[in-house]
């Protein structure tokens, strides 16, 4: 493990003159070349990057404050600060410091400061006067004794002298014995002066006296002192606490003697910050941050001597996974492990990693997935706590387990739908432990945590896993429930644990793209979800509408035309209708749905929503969403109806009589115009445009190409054969530039009734000029072009 005395964070001074956190790291002290001198380096416990290099200037003023910090400047305005985690820790480095500079160690400023305030002065007078002599310890002079140490506690220099006159007098122990005599003696009246002078010598905060009164011999006396709180009338019981209602269980035996002392002295040190002290006032919440530490390091401490013990260790899951174990042997080791686990949490992030690892070595994840279906609710509640433990620290960790299980097991053994199980099985009305493992699923579902690495992707592997795997088992409750046309339960307890399913559903959707979009394409699951709009509880309905809000957001066209096909608004049409105006979340939710479509200018489902429920919503007044909506899309879909119906009347038709006349063609361009909206990001006007109108030349040359060989095939039906039997054609002749004689034009049509002549697959308007182009004909000599019989 990282020497924790040396962990340090480094802070900089803004412009704003607040301290900003530059990263956490560990600090050295070494002669740097290119500095050529002795420096302080600070080397991030992340990465190892050099977050600092400073060298120790002679000239530089370091100061030390409240025993863990030491700040500098470093040019006019740039100032730095090493706050340290251990007191020990920044005395090395100050002691460094001070070498370098030649100066004292004792100090708190290796150099005077130009300007001095008053407090600054008035310290060091403070600094320079004698030690404090305390007062006999006597029940008789308990009260100047009392108003002694309260005086101190204002000036950190005289908290800082009393310390030391209380240790090394020893006087704690001193004090101890007075309190027998008055207790013996009944005498409240000193009894109540020694909880006052008890109390403040907890707000000196110094560990040196936290280590005399929680040792084994002094911490019951020091617990009954605080017993005799002057604002309470009549005694605590602490000590009988401790005596009869506290117990140690030794699920199995441990055999470090020192491992089981630090135990009970941290669960007694505990039980008096939690429950004898008194809540500390505002001010006086920093006094006690050093019993805060002993606490800390004290689990600390307990984790890593467990660490140890391996074969402690190994018999706990041995027991754990053992099927002849009764109930209450395993609820005492499950409740150990949850314990041990809560300690850990006190280890830095890579004692924490070789925690957890050491645990799934020991197999922590096949005893959970005993534990998590047993009947008893407190190793149930203990088996979630743990699993919440480890997932929250390290999620991949569970899903290579769960991978490594896919293959061989069938679905039901596999600890992910064992977890679905326990969150759908909730027996607690509340469904506190359900709302837990729905928090446990979602960290291991969240892609943003997934590693990703050159040879494979977790993402990939686990979500294929799951979808195949798990998620029929999370979706049973719900489509067990919408298989007729309302809910088939409603009551309160199913209700809120199909809120909680939709609540991850949402989460899928939002964080899974093309998993959940194909399980809810091919499971038609959205319809089955819309089912619950007709439950009698409003916070369901609200899950349901938040999930179609959450797809609907996404604005992907394979979920717009699913829901356009399936009809999917109808059902939230229908309740925004039932709910009949009132002013309540549900009202609020569909209509956002609404004009988050005509915002975002959804266009199929803005047109779907105007053309199949215009006019059942058009009455809804007091929004203006459905009337913007029926304006915005309904207008472009009939415009595109009047196109339609104008491009059924074959072009070869438009004679003089179905010639537009300029109005109607600036009535066509004006709605050829309106379907701009059509137009995808990015991609020119002028270039659609072209592309508009080459699609139509071709469709109307298509369509004048098929009239020409329907009416070709039929005036050869009509022809008379001559002598040789050959066909006629009757036909007009026209002169052929280059030729002579008259040439019949093939295909030549007549039309009667009509003063319309086909050249080469264009229309020619009698008295006007034709829009054939000229063509070629030199390309083709008269001689060999083919002659038809006349």
């Keep these: 493990m990282a020497d924790t005395r040396r962990r340090v964070k480094l802070y900089a001074l803004n412009a704003d003159r607040q301290w900003d956190d530059r990263g956490t790291g560990h600090v050295s002290s070494s002669y740097v070349d290119k500095l050529k001198g002795m420096s302080l380096l600070v080397r991030a416990e992340s990465d190892g990057s050099l977050l600092l290099e400073s060298k120790i200037h002679p000239d530089t003023a370091y100061q030390k404050q409240q025993e863990t910090l030491i700040v500098w400047s470093e040019g006019e305005n740039y100032d730095l600060a090493l706050s340290f985690q251990e007191k020990a820790g920044c005395d090395e480095i100050w002691e460094k410091i001070c070498q370098v500079q030649g100066k004292d160690p004792s100090v708190e400023i290796t150099q005077d400061i130009v300007e001095e305030s008053e407090d600054e002065r008035y310290e060091d007078v403070s600094d320079t006067a004698p030690p404090i002599e305390l007062p006999p310890c006597e029940v008789s002079r ?67 006296l936290f280590e005399v009164m929680f040792a084994d011999d002094t911490i019951f006396d020091v617990v009954g002192v605080l017993e005799y709180d002057p604002s309470s009338p009549t005694p605590k019981q602490h000590r009988d606490y401790f005596r009869t209602v506290s117990k140690f269980k030794e699920v199995i035996s441990i055999s470090n003697p020192e491992l089981v002392n630090k135990i009970h002295q941290t669960y007694r040190v505990q039980y008096i910050q939690d429950a004898v002290l008194p809540t500390p006032s505002v001010f006086e919440e920093n ?22 013990e391996e074969k402690f260790l190994g018999e706990l899951f041995v027991q754990l996974t053992d099927e002849a174990t009764d109930d209450e042997k395993r609820r005492d080791l499950v409740l150990f492990l949850k314990e041990f686990c809560t300690f850990s949490q006190t280890l830095q992030p890579q004692s924490r990693e070789t925690f957890f690892k050491m645990l799934s070595n020991l197999g922590v994840l096949q005893a959970l997935e005993i534990t998590l279906g047993m009947d008893d609710p407190t190793i149930k509640s203990a088996s979630i706590d743990i699993l919440s433990y480890i997932v929250d620290f390290s999620p991949p960790m569970v899903r290579e387990y769960a991978l490594q299980q896919g293959n061989p097991q069938d679905d039901d053994q596999l600890i992910i739908n064992i977890i679905i199980e326990q969150m759908i099985c909730d027996l607690d009305p509340d469904l506190g432990g359900a709302v ?32 195949k795997h798990c998620m029929h088992v999370l979706i049973a409750p719900v489509l067990a429930n919408t ?7 409603e009551d309160s307890q199913t209700a809120q644990l199909l ?66 096909n399936g009809n999917l608004f109808a059902p939230v049409v229908e309740a925004f209708k039932r709910n009949n105006g009132r002013y309540n ?30 006019k059942a919503l058009e009455k809804i007044d007091y929004v203006q969403t459905f009337k913007s909506l029926k304006l915005r899309f309904e207008q472009p879909q009939e415009k595109l109806k009047d196109r339609t119906s104008l491009e059924s009347v074959s072009p070869i038709l438009r004679n003089n009589r179905y010639r537009r ?48 060989r329907d009416t070709e095939g039929k005036e050869n039906l009509r022809s008379i054969p001559n002598k040789a039997g050959s066909p006629v054609l009757n036909s007009r002749k026209v002169s052929c530039p280059g030729s002579n004689s008259a040439q019949p034009l093939s295909p030549a ?25 000229e063509e070629d004909s030199a390309a083709v000599p008269a001689s060999k072009r083919p002659r038809l019989n006349t």
Excluded at 483 to 489: G, L, M
Aim: negative net charge.
């Design 142 to 208: 308990l009260e100047e004794i009392s108003e002694l140490i309260s005086s101190c506690l204002p000036s950190p220099i005289r908290r800082e002298k009393l310390a030391v006159a209380l240790e090394s007098e020893n006087y704690i122990k001193k004090l101890l014995e007075v309190f027998h005599m008055c207790e013996d003696l009944e005498n409240i009246d000193s009894l109540h002066q020694l909880y006052e002078i008890f109390r403040n010598i907890f707000l000196l905060n110094k560990n040196a």
């Design 287 to 308: 006094m006690l941050s050093t019993l805060s530490s002993f606490i800390f390091f004290n689990k600390v401490e307990i984790v890593s001597l467990l660490q140890e």
């Design 436 to 467: 837990q493992l729905v928090g446990i699923l979602k960290l291991l579902l969240d892609p943003d945590n997934m590693l990703v690495t050159v040879n494979k992707s977790e993402k990939t592997d686990f979500l294929n896993f799951f979808y």
């Design 483 to 489: 298989a007729e046309d309302k809910p088939s339960k």
């Design 499 to 564: 809120g909680l399913i939709l609540e991850l559903l949402t989460f899928c959707v939002e964080h899974h793209t093309y998993h959940i979009k194909n399980y809810i394409l091919h499971k038609d699951l959205l319809r089955r979800i819309l089912v619950l709009l007709k439950s009698k509880h409003t916070f369901l309905k609200l899950c349901a509408v938040r999930f179609m809000r959450r797809i609907i957001g996404l604005k992907d066209e394979f979920y717009n035309r699913y829901i356009i």
């Design 585 to 614: 979340l549900l009202d609020s939710a569909i209509l956002e749905m609404f004009e988050f479509i005509k915002v975002e200018d959804i266009k199929s489902l803005g047109a779907n929503v105007a053309e199949r429920f215009g």
């Design 661 to 708: 006349d300029p109005r109607q063609l600036d009535e066509d361009e004006e709605m050829w115009f309106n379907e701009e909206d059509d137009l995808e990001d990015g991609e020119p006007i002028n270039d659609t445009m072209s592309k508009k109108l080459d699609a139509e030349f071709d469709e109307i040359g298509k369509i004048l190409d098929k009239k020409g």
């Design 749 to 773: 049509v007549e039309v009667k009734g009509a003063s319309l002549t086909r050249k080469g697959g264009l229309v020619d308007y009698p008295d006007e000029d034709s829009d054939e182009e």
